[in-house]
């Protein structure tokens, strides 16, 4: 079992920064890979960023490359969502998941993970 709490959520204005907190507990997190996925009212949850276990990869979904930054903690069981240049557009729930299969892929397919956070809101304001 893991368990995940997301924070940091918040509104913003359109140009500015939030940085997002997931705090896992529960099983020896530098041995899972972690997501962050985000669903915006009517739409379908996506994708957002992803880690690997011990922090040294990373991919992102286009839509956020080059304002979005995902780092990772081992030794706090933490990961982490640096939102920069945030858009309306960006307005979502947004929640962190771990993926605990076997291969490190750092997957960008909801199925794939394992456990999820309750969520946490950005809003964006223009």
């Known amino acids: 079992q893991v368990q995940l709490a997301e924070s940091g959520g918040g509104l913003v204005q359109t140009g500015g920064s939030l940085r997002l907190s997931c705090a896992a507990s529960?099983?020896?997190?530098?041995?899972?890979?972690m997501g962050w996925f985000r669903q915006a009212p009517g739409k379908e949850r996506e994708f957002v960023a992803v880690i690997s276990r011990g922090g040294l990869r990373q991919t992102y979904a286009d839509s956020v490359k080059g304002r979005f930054i995902i780092s990772r903690d081992n030794a706090k069981n933490t990961v982490y969502l640096q939102m920069n240049s945030l858009k309306p557009e960006d307005t979502a729930v947004y929640y962190c998941a771990a993926d605990l299969g076997p291969l490190d892929s750092r997957s960008d397919r909801r199925d794939e993970y394992d456990y999820w956070g309750q969520g946490t809101q950005v809003t964006v304001s223009s």
């Open positions: 529960g099983r020896t997190f530098s041995s899972y890979s």
